[in-house]
């Protein structure tokens, strides 16, 4: 009768066997999640880059490497910008929050899960289109337009819970517009896959696509046969 989100209902937590593993669990959560979240908020204060350098100094270019990975895309307050490397930590502390939403299915009611992400992924994308964190424009942008498109699908996925609930059943209208919506990310691929093939630089996309054409051509013209 009470609801569980673990697969043996009878083991209860920290309690018996089950404190080896929570504890195991608690550790990798702590030293893989948490540990460098705080390090990606911290670092352009350079306070755990400090530290780390006075014990070892090849530990301090090992973490400024593993920073860099994550925030080099982010604007560091050169050139009059202001510094949004932070945001690196954020985006993982936003991707967390979802995840574990995603996972409550059986504490959170249905609605209430798929409203609240889309409350996030809206402040997310607010937060993309204000404060533009990142180098390039177009990075801000496609962000912004990821988790707005995120939103829309979970209000979405939210209308046709409520239309369910209050006239038993679901609209068709809401069902094509879903299906396009999720279309949208594969159109945006394959557009930008034609733009890199035809419009390179090298001209290595038009000389590959003038060779399969022409393949396909000498296949089709050998097995033609003309009168």
Known sequence: SRRVVYVE??????????????LLATFVLFVFT??????????PK??????????CKSRGTVLHIFADTFQGC???????????????????IIRVVLIVIASSEATVHLT??????????????????????????AYNF????????????????LLQIINVALLGGVR???????ELLMLLPL?????????????????????????????CWQHFDAHTTYP
């Open 46 to 55: 350079r306070l755990l880059w400090k530290l780390a350098g006075r014990c």
């Open 74 to 92: 982010f604007k560091d307050g050169t050139n009059g910008t202001s510094d949004y490397r932070w945001f690196s930590g954020v985006y993982f």
């Open 112 to 137: 209430t899960q798929h409203f609240l992400v889309a409350c996030i992924c809206m402040a997310t994308s607010a937060a993309f289109s204000l404060l533009r964190p990142y180098k390039h424009k």
């Open 34 to 43: 948490m540990l460098p979240v705080v390090f990606l908020l911290l670092h």
């Open 187 to 215: 159109l945006y691929m394959l557009g930008y896959f034609l733009h890199w093939l035809l419009f390179r630089k090298t001209q290595v996309g038009h000389v590959a696509l003038k060779r399969v054409l022409r393949c």
């Open 142 to 157: 496609i962000d912004s337009l990821v988790f707005l498109l995120l939103a829309l699908l979970h209000l979405l996925i």
């Open 172 to 178: 068709p209208s809401l069902v094509y517009v879903f």
């Open 9 to 22: 209902p009878s083991i209860l937590y920290f309690t018996g066997e089950h404190v080896v593993f929570a």
